[in-house]
Structures are given as structure tokens and as C-alpha cells.
């Protein structure tokens, strides 16, 4: 099994779309960007921070995705009917 750039990405993202894993993911990528033990360690200057700022990026990417897609679900509902009435006296 070859692992690919694109197959941890689609991991990713399916992961952090699935609304029961989404809180777990987010806080696991929050904790290892500021954890001092990294796939590279940051003493690296450069190679350090690059897993850093590519798992930050896609993390920001599916976020932004998601509330976009949420404010269009949004819009797309259809708006409540409201009905006009006269109001008469009854005696």
C-alpha cells in the first residue's frame, strides 16, 4: 500500500467532515501544531515549521469549506409562508 500526498489529505478532510470525529480532529491538529514533538522538529528552522503550516492550511481550507457550505444550506432553505388575515368584530 503506497501512502500519498492526496490519500492523507482525502483522510483528512473526510475525518474532519464527519460531525461525530470534527471537535477531535480540530483539537488533535491544534495540539500537535503546538506540541514540541513533530513529525520534523521545529529546531529544524525551516523543515520544522513546513508539516506545521501545510497541517494548519488544510485544517483553515476544510474549515472555511464547511461554514460556506453551512451559510448555503442556510440561504437555500425555503422561507416560512405567512399568511395575511382581516381581522373582523365579531357581535
Request: charged share 20%.
Amino acid at each position: 500500500m503506497k501512502i500519498t500526498p492526496q490519500a492523507i489529505y482525502s483522510l483528512y478532510s473526510n475525518a474532519i467532515r464527519n460531525p461525530k470525529y470534527r471537535n477531535w480532529i480540530i483539537l488533535g491538529t491544534l495540539i500537535y501544531v503546538l506540541s514540541p514533538i513533530d513529525i520534523s522538529p521545529d529546531i529544524f528552522p525551516l523543515a520544522g515549521q513546513i508539516d506545521d503550516f501545510l497541517l494548519l492550511s488544510i485544517m483553515a481550507i476544510e474549515v472555511t469549506q464547511m461554514v460556506f457550505n453551512s451559510q448555503k444550506k442556510e440561504e437555500e432553505k425555503p422561507a416560512e409562508k405567512t399568511v395575511d388575515v382581516d381581522a373582523v368584530s365579531v357581535e
